[in-house]
């Protein structure tokens, strides 16, 4: 052999050994969520559906032969920590995916650096919509899906006219309003009032006393989740208030731990616990079995995030790689049917949902007052091919 | 009517909050940053007497000892070495807080804590609804200022920590032993915040940063007040009622930073604040 082809050999050898290991090791997915901060209630939960997807991926063989792995790092539920997080993940730890749940100043911080790196990134919580990236896909609801179906019970079944809306300054609350206030305005009601606080306010006195003169028929909020939630209710059953009342922001979890201020309060969720489907039954059975006594409810928050480590797995599987570029071609196409039914992230990277409204009961539990199948999500990214 | 009930109950909560950080403030000559700490033991206090079994209102004795206790051992620990250096004192306060909601967080999970309300339920007052807590929230302020005051003025204790608040070396030289007029007062100071914690639980959501949101607008009013009790209430009541009014009137968001931006603006004008003096 001569020397340059024995160089040529050489190198060609090394290089696919390398390429080889890249192709055999884990596959990482990462996710950046709020351990601490306003969402350090739910990010529990939301780690925890993200381990049971991948122990069961893994269990059953991983994905194309390899192992899944998760990194999970602290956003602190804002922007600042958002940065961090993304920044350690993407570049440091060299995630394949990002697939997480997160605040909207969180998420918008991070979408730079999703672009720059090349992530495929599934967000998995509900948001205010409109936010695109080729990158970025969304299994969870926006106002489109999760709005229509309160304004229309209260319209229609409790006859209310007149609506005083309550948010928590950030694009969250001030965007799930807007939309609130035009669809209203769009079906024949009228907004008396619309008032926001700072995300770490607490004191909602003045707003009350401002709801109280204004006498609406009905109340709709959209705080940030977790303590804002609590202290509006809080305050407002102190005041006296037990109007017609939807929470646009309240999980099952956060309305258990608000107890007896929480009864009668209405949302509007992809999933509630009590929703009847051999899936959901199969997934809480699993749920129960992985963590025991530690399990925090499943909620609206979290199965998404389940269900999008799935919806990866099967986009890589039907990409035949983790190759960026392949795996947001394939990621539209793939269905995965979870507790939450059959996902396809195929409206504008956006998945039509089936929506549940519910009413909380005195116990805590959350009853289904209606269902409305496939919500369609609208025109959320019309520029994304 | 509504707004008036609003600008005197936020005044009084204000005050309940304030009082402790005021004592500490006046006869250390420090602020005490761990304060808003102290407001979270103290309300984590009643979710223990709650689990326990206990009445919520249990809570408050529970918690005035509980804060008083801790107080002392972070007097001892903490401040007492740092006496010749109050900056570093103020900065310990601050790193102590930390510590301090960090461990909460450890020991309860950072989940919020249910508690039953201590009071709940509406009164008729002259042609309004009104919630019946914020109206006892009134009479609790009152009852804390009236005893804060007999304290003061009437105690032996009170004497001593006037004198010390006045000039503490000429106290120290007239054999007044201040290192003890310190730490009763910073045991009744960290005491008095863990007792607000409790009061506060059935308007805020209990969990380990639930104390942070209070913590400036106390600094700030003591900072207005300085030493004097009576100047506290006032602070509170205007400031309070700035608050309340420009959070009807303008905007909730500017409402919240009204008592920082109207603090720091007095204090331009005049340096000395409320006191007199």
């Known amino acids: 052999m001569t020397p340059k082809l024995f160089a040529a050999s050489t190198v060609s050898l090394l290089l696919a050994t390398v390429a080889q290991a890249a192709d055999s090791g884990p596959i990482v997915i990462g996710v950046p969520v709020g351990l601490s901060g306003a969402n350090s209630v739910v990010a529990p939960s939301v780690v925890q559906e993200a381990q049971l997807a991948v122990d069961e991926i893994n269990t059953a063989g991983g994905v194309l032969g390899r192992k899944l792995q998760l990194e999970v790092a602290d956003d602190a539920s804002g922007a600042a920590g958002a940065q961090k997080a993304f920044d350690s993940l993407i570049y440091q730890k060299k995630v394949d995916a990002l697939i997480s749940m997160e605040t909207s100043a969180a998420r918008n911080a991070g979408l730079p650096a999703v672009s720059k790196g090349r992530v495929p990134f599934i967000y998995t919580s509900f948001y205010e919509g409109h936010s695109c990236n080729k990158y970025l896909f969304v299994d969870a609801w926006v106002p489109e899906q999760q709005v229509p179906p309160i304004v229309d019970n209260f319209a229609k079944e409790k006859n209310a006219k007149t609506y005083f809306l309550i948010g928590s300054d950030y694009a969250f609350g001030r965007g799930m309003l807007g939309f609130t206030r035009s669809y209203i305005e769009k079906t024949g009601g009228k907004v008396v009032g619309e008032e926001y606080l700072p995300m770490d306010g607490a004191d909602w006195t003045p707003i009350l006393s401002k709801l109280k003169d204004a006498k609406p028929d009905a109340i709709i909020t959209s705080t940030a989740g977790g303590a804002p939630n609590v202290t509006l209710t809080k305050q407002m059953r102190a005041a006296g208030i037990n109007l017609h009342y939807a929470n646009l922001a309240v999980d099952e979890g956060t309305a258990k731990s608000m107890g007896a201020d929480a009864t009668g309060i209405y949302l509007s969720a992809s999933y509630v616990t009590g929703i009847d489907s051999p899936e959901n039954k199969k997934f809480l059975d699993a749920a129960n079995k992985k963590f025991g006594a530690d399990l925090k409810t499943p909620n609206d928050l979290s199965v998404p995030e389940y269900e999008a480590v799935y919806l990866y797995k099967l986009a890589v599987e039907k990409a035949g790689s983790t190759d960026p570029a392949k795996v947001i071609e394939a990621m539209p196409t793939v269905s995965f049917t979870g507790p939450r039914g059959a996902i396809v992230m195929d409206k504008q990277h956006h998945a039509p949902l089936t929506m549940y409204l519910g009413q909380v009961q005195s116990d805590g539990t959350v009853k289904v007052a209606a269902t409305f199948k496939d919500v369609d999500p609208g025109e959320q990214c019309p520029n994304l091919k | ?277």
């Open chain 2, 1 to 277: 009517m509504l707004l008036l009930l609003d600008i005197l109950t936020t005044a009084a909560i204000l005050f309940v909050v304030s009082v402790g950080l005021l004592a500490i403030f006046g006869v250390l000559k420090i602020v005490n940053f761990a304060h808003g700490a102290w407001l979270t033991i103290g309300a984590y206090c009643a979710v223990v007497a709650v689990k326990l079994g206990l009445n919520p209102w249990a809570g408050l004795p529970i918690a005035f000892v509980a804060g008083a206790l801790l107080g002392g051992v972070a007097e001892l620990l903490i401040i007492r070495p740092l006496y010749r250096r109050p900056l570093d004192a103020i900065l310990a306060t601050w790193g102590l807080g930390i510590v301090i909601g960090q461990l909460i967080a450890l020991a309860f999970g950072r989940d919020v804590q249910l508690i039953p309300n201590l009071m709940s339920g509406t009164v008729r007052v002259l042609s309004v609804d009104y919630s019946v807590y914020r109206l006892f929230m009134l009479f609790a302020a009152l009852a804390i200022g009236v005893l804060f005051a007999l304290t003061i003025e009437g105690t032996r204790l009170g004497l001593s920590a006037r004198a010390v608040i006045m000039n503490e070396t000429l106290a120290r030289s007239l054999g007044i032993d201040t290192d003890r007029v310190r730490l009763a007062t910073f045991m009744i100071g960290a005491g008095l915040a863990a007792l607000a914690g409790v009061l506060l639980t059935p308007l805020t959501s209990v969990d380990p940063n639930m104390g942070v949101a209070w913590l400036i607008g106390a600094f700030m009013l003591v900072m207005v007040a300085d030493t004097s009790y009576l100047a506290l209430a006032a602070a509170c009541l205007v400031f309070g009622g700035a608050q309340v009014l420009v959070s009807t009137f303008v905007s909730p968001v500017l409402g919240g930073i009204s008592v920082a931006v109207l603090a720091a603006l007095l204090l331009r004008i005049n340096p000395r604040g409320f006191s007199r003096a």
